[in-house]
């Protein structure tokens, strides 16, 4: 999606009103908060809901996932593995 100042955003909606959901984006929500200051994760910009549907909105940050990013560090060998790691928990 597109903010209303052109940037890059993602939109993360309950499809269901269910209780799990709705607490897993709460939980997301404030993970992303903390991580706002570390400039690795993504930045959380709203979370609210509309027409009894939580939703998300976070900065769009393009390229890999840690899933892709720990396979291409194994890849590069240990210490690339070690950085990695470090700059995830850096982040959280």
């Not at 009103?17 to 993970?31: C, F, P, S």
């Amino acid at each position: 999606m597109r903010r209303s100042d052109g940037a890059d955003a993602v939109l993360k909606i309950a499809r269901s009103d269910d209780g799990n959901i709705r607490y897993l984006l709460k939980r997301e929500a404030a993970i992303l908060e903390r991580g706002n200051a570390s400039g690795v994760s993504p930045h959380w910009m709203e979370r609210a809901a509309h027409e009894g549907k939580v939703f998300l909105v976070m900065e769009h940050c393009p390229g890999n996932d840690v899933a892709m990013a720990a396979v291409e560090a194994r890849n590069d060998g240990p210490e690339s593995v070690l950085q990695l790691c470090l700059r995830v928990v850096r982040s959280y």
